[in-house]
C-alpha cells in the first residue's frame, strides 16, 4: 500500500487510546482523583467541524471493564473539560479533588470513619 | 454520547464495510473553555475489528532499533485515518462515510 497522505490538523492532536483513555487524573495539588473511562461528546452528528468534548468520565468503570457493557453514569463521575489544565502522562486538572464530586467518598470516609478515630484528624507525628 | 459508543463500530461507504474504528482523533484548536481550548473529534482511526493501537508506536514514528521499525510500519499500514468531514452519519448499524471520502495516514507527525 503507498503511503497516505497526512492531514494536518492546527492544534494539539491526542489520539483518544493513547493520550486520553486509562490515564490517570490529578487533581491541582497532584493528588490522584481516577482514571479516565471514557469521554462525554456534544453534537454527534455527521460533517462539519466534529464533535465537541464536553469532559472526561472517571472512575467507576471497573465492573465493565472486566463484564463489559456501559455502566450508569452518574454526575459525580464527570470532569467537566473546563476543568482540564494539561495533559501529559496524566490528565491534570485545575481543581482540586475535595471540590470535585468523585471525591465525595473519600470525604465520607475521611469525615465519618477516619477522622472519629483516635488521632485521625492530624499528620502522623 | 459517549466516545465509548462510537469505537468498534462498523464503518461503510455505501454497501461497502470499510473497517472498523479503533480510534479517534481530537483536536485542540478551539475557542478557549475553561483552562484548555475547547477539543473535538477531527477524525477516526479506522481498521480491521481486532486492530488496537501496539502501545502507540506505529504512529509516532518510530525509526530504531530496525525490526521493531519495520514491523510498526507494516502494522501502520493496516489502520488509516477518516477526517470528520467524510462521516456522512451515524447510526445503530454504524459510521457512514459520504461517496469520495479520503484515506488519509495515521501517523502522529511532529508539528500536530
Known sequence: MADLPHLHLGGRVLDANLHLLDRQVLDADGVPVGVVDDVELRDVTGGGRGPTVVGLVVGGGLLTRVFGGRGPITPRHRIGWRDVAAIDTAVHLGRRAENLPIAWADRWVRERIIGRLPGGRHAPR | ?112
Open chain 2, 1 to 112: 454520547m459517549l466516545l465509548g459508543d462510537l469505537m468498534r463500530r462498523p464503518v461503510t461507504s455505501g454497501d461497502d464495510l470499510v473497517g472498523f474504528v479503533v480510534d479517534c482523533r481530537f483536536v485542540v484548536d478551539g475557542p478557549p473553555d475553561g483552562l484548555l481550548a475547547s477539543a473535538r473529534i477531527a477524525g477516526l482511526i479506522v481498521g480491521d475489528r481486532h486492530r488496537e493501537a501496539f502501545l502507540g508506536y506505529e504512529r509516532t514514528g518510530v525509526r530504531k532499533p530496525l525490526p521493531l521499525a519495520w514491523f510498526f510500519r507494516r502494522r501502520e499500514r493496516l489502520a488509516f485515518l477518516v477526517a470528520w468531514d467524510d462521516v456522512e452519519r451515524i447510526d445503530a448499524h454504524g459510521v457512514h462515510l459520504r461517496d469520495g471520502w479520503t484515506r488519509w495516514s495515521a501517523a502522529i507527525t511532529r508539528g500536530d
